[in-house]
């Protein structure tokens, strides 16, 4: 009998398990490393055992600590949730012989639908259409474009795509050790990579008594890096092209489980096209992020189910149907426009209004720090109902009017993405984000960032208790903002008529240090306006029922101590060095990748920003870096000279 669970995880999935276990009326148990000393999920536990350390290598992913974390909290069931240790079938093997319940499917499972090659193997017997392995040695222009992919783990790290032989060799290495890294095994191997694909994935849920559910199905299609950013159920690939398309898709799942004599909580998935045809990718032995599509739109508790299969319970009763429709978007701390980058910060406001069909599960509150160490989800926000459009539609207007200040996210994008006419027609593909390239996608779907540099202008003026009408004219007060690249500046006065704006046509109503309500041709809106950071690095964010933009004030008189060198690369975020490709005095190509970092278990690159000279390389190969670090500096190459004739 389970009375006690331990959730050898943290964030929103943790506290998303301890959710059900409350309900249930079962003890929950956290397990925290230092940087989650204050998180949501530590409070929330009945319970907590610290893991000393930081980084996941010296907590989440330390078997013999979490094991001895529940029993020295008297725990007596240990589930994984998704990521660290879930597919780890040595923990699960550990966790059974130190007499607790293994909240989750046989390690026997875990081993054989943990190795891509061998899964894949497995599949091809039972009859499951799936991907030729292709050997790297014997790939020719031919086999082009291919997909690099990590043996072990998900989650799109270890993966790369290639599209020209000559880009394979370091493809292959980058992969293997982005794999080493966040799984602990360089294995890569390479298949055919289907351009403009649907990723179709199969809910399972089976028993120790020979039942397997199949509940209904996901589109994941949506992603960037390989990793899913927006997730539905049920697909509209399936819905456009009917026949028996998704009795093919559940069955393959069914046959998926059944070859490996699967229990508990599984996801098959899948690559499709538009002539109905799929292929399997790989068995995800553990709860998935999106699961909670599959349970809005079935009303069944995966959790809850969960629980009843580890505790030996048999599925009673007829495989749950699906009904309505549900669509996640998965709010990242992470720049969009600038390559997908991590952010960090502390979330000085993070605020997702309630509304009817709506549902959040999130790792972070307000004041929540968003560190390196760890994936950059911050949250999931899960749109449900009846009609498709109705619900995508209203997911997008609850990101807008969220409220999220101090690090930079995803929102926008996922707002974007929501509203495209592909996405909402149901034909977006894995394709969509290089057609759509997110700078250009956001275009146009925000407020007008000059005037939410005015309203932030007008705030800040209340806030200093300058404003006001005068009698007699003044001259014209000027402040500037950044707003990404553009520098934006504002110049306005109050007269006898009111509030004058050099260069637009707008009527101020009324105006506080923190909300602002303007009317602008005609139309009235009312704008909050927050502020976090302090000396030469004060940032405003102006909340409109448009959405938010955020503005960094730009000092009068900048601290000349701030001031970057000509040609200097700066860190972008917090993260460790793991390779140099240069070396001081040798010249560098635009576009170039002169540094690489690991941080949040990816590698970023930093690039030259042009032909010159490697004047500077003051990092080296496993030095930690804060965001602004200086890693190299370049200097523009010398023009040609081209002696008179």
């Not at 959710?19 to 409070?43: E, I, K, M, N, Q």
Request: aromatic content about 6%; overall charge negative; proline content about 6%.
């Amino acid at each position: 009998m389970i009375t006690s669970v331990l959730v050898a995880n943290r964030g929103e999935i943790a506290r998303r398990i301890f959710a059900t276990c409350g309900r249930r009326g079962l003890a929950t148990v956290a397990v925290f490393s230092d940087a989650d000393a204050d998180a949501p999920h530590v409070r929330e536990a009945d319970s907590a055992v610290r893991l000393p350390g930081l980084s996941a290598a010296d907590t989440y992913l330390r078997a013999d600590l979490i094991i001895d974390a529940a029993l020295k909290a008297g725990a007596d069931a240990v589930h994984p949730g998704y990521g660290f240790l879930s597919e780890n079938a040595a923990f699960a093997r550990a966790v059974r012989d130190a007499g607790l319940t293994w909240i989750g499917p046989t390690p026997e499972a875990i081993e054989v639908m943990g190795s891509k090659i061998e899964s894949k193997r497995r599949m091809a017997v039972a009859g499951v259409p799936v991907l030729d392995r292709l050997d790297v040695a014997t790939i020719t222009a031919g086999d082009l474009p291919v997909l690099v992919k990590a043996s072990a783990g998900g989650g799109g790290r270890g993966m790369r795509i290639v599209r020209a032989l000559g880009d394979l060799p370091e493809a292959v290495a980058s992969a293997a050790r982005e794999a080493a890294g966040a799984f602990g095994d360089p294995t890569v191997f390479c298949e055919r990579y289907l351009e403009n694909g649907h990723h179709v994935e199969v809910q399972i849920m089976a028993d120790e008594h020979g039942t397997i559910w199949a509940l209904g199905e996901r589109e994941c299609s949506l992603q960037r890096r390989h990793q899913k950013v927006i997730e539905e159920a049920p697909s509209p690939l399936v819905e456009r092209i009917g026949g028996d398309l998704r009795a093919r898709l559940l069955k393959a799942g069914r046959d998926a489980a059944a070859a490996v004599g699967y229990r508990g909580a599984g996801t098959v998935e899948f690559l499709a096209d538009e002539s109905g045809d799929f292929w399997f990718l790989e068995m995800n032995t553990r709860l998935q992020v999106e699961h909670p599509v599959t349970e809005c739109v079935t009303g069944v508790d995966l959790v809850g189910l969960q629980l009843d299969v580890a505790a030996g319970r048999r599925l009673s009763g007829p495989e749950p149907a699906v009904n309505g429709y549900a669509v996640e978007a998965r709010l990242y701390a992470e720049d969009p426009a600038a390559d997908w980058r991590p952010q960090t910060g502390t979330l000085v406001t993070f605020d997702i209004p309630a509304a009817d069909g709506i549902r959040l599960d999130s790792g972070v509150t307000s004041g929540s720090v968003v560190s390196t160490h760890y994936d950059a989800m911050l949250a999931k926000v899960i749109s449900h109902g009846d009609d498709r459009e109705t619900v995508a539609r209203r997911l997008a207007a609850t990101l807008r009017r969220a409220r999220i200040h101090g690090v930079t996210t995803n929102r926008d994008l996922l707002v974007a993405s929501l509203l495209h006419p592909a996405f909402l027609d149901g034909t977006a593909s894995t394709g969509f984000y290089t057609d759509n390239p997110p700078a250009g996608l956001v275009r146009g779907h925000g407020p007008d960032p000059r005037v939410a540099a005015l309203v932030a202008a007008l705030a800040d003026a209340a806030t200093n208790k300058r404003s006001g009408f005068r009698n007699i004219p003044v001259g014209y007060r000027s402040r500037s903002f950044r707003h990404g690249d553009d520098e934006l500046e504002v110049r306005y006065r109050f007269g006898r008529d009111g509030l004058e704006v050099d260069g637009m046509a707008v009527s101020l109503i009324s105006a506080g240090a923190g909300r602002v309500v303007l009317d602008v041709d005609g139309v009235q809106r009312a704008w909050s306006v927050g502020r976090f950071g302090d000396g030469d690095d004060v940032w405003l964010v102006v909340d409109g029922p448009q959405g938010s933009v955020a503005l960094r004030r730009v000092p009068r008189f900048p601290d000349p101590a701030t001031q970057i060198p000509s040609g200097a690369l700066v860190a972008p975020m917090p993260g460790t060095v793991v390779r140099v490709g240069a070396q001081e005095g040798e010249p560098v190509a635009a576009g170039q990748p002169l540094v690489w970092l690991e941080a949040m278990k990816m590698e970023h690159a930093v690039h030259a920003p042009a032909d010159g000279l490697l004047t500077s390389l003051p990092v080296v190969v496993g030095q930690q870096v804060t965001q602004g670090t200086p890693l190299a500096v370049v200097a523009p190459a010398e023009p040609s000279v081209v002696a008179p004739a």
